[in-house]
């Protein structure tokens, strides 16, 4: 039985362009890039962790990182203003590269 998927909102500073390309490009590989450094992520318990044990690799004392999950609830809520899509209910696995 395939683990349960939940959407994340991931938001960084990375203060390094050098460190940021970095964490911006393994993010890419997690979901999808909204915003300079934001992204959606639909993630099982196992590829939030995985994720943040590899941004922690990449990223600096200095650096800040902001990991939050959204409810079901929470998802409905949003509201975007020129963006691409809506968010689906049951979220798209994404390729880890």
Same mark, same amino acid.
């Given at each position: 039985?395939?683990?349960?998927?939940?959407?994340?909102?991931?938001? @960084?500073?990375?203060?390094?362009?050098?460190?940021?390309?970095?964490?911006? *490009?393994?993010? $890419?590989? @997690?979901? +999808?890039?909204?915003? =300079?450094?934001? &992204?959606?992520?639909? =993630?099982?318990?196992?590829?939030?962790? $995985?994720?943040?044990?590899?941004?922690?690799?990449?990223? !600096?004392?200095? !650096?800040?990182?902001? %990991?939050?999950?959204?409810?079901?609830?929470?998802?409905?809520? %949003?509201?975007?203003?020129?963006? $691409?899509?809506?968010?689906?209910? +049951?979220? *798209?696995? &994404?390729?880890?590269?």
């Amino acid at each position: 039985m395939a683990e349960p998927r939940r959407w994340y909102l991931i938001t @960084y500073d990375i203060r390094d362009p050098k460190r940021w390309r970095k964490v911006h *490009a393994l993010l $890419k590989g @997690y979901g +999808e890039w909204l915003q =300079l450094s934001v &992204f959606r992520c639909s =993630l099982t318990d196992r590829d939030r962790e $995985k994720l943040r044990w590899e941004l922690s690799r990449r990223m !600096d004392a200095v !650096d800040t990182l902001l %990991v939050i999950g959204l409810c079901g609830g929470c998802v409905e809520r %949003v509201r975007a203003i020129n963006a $691409k899509e809506d968010w689906p209910e +049951e979220p *798209a696995p &994404f390729k880890v590269l």
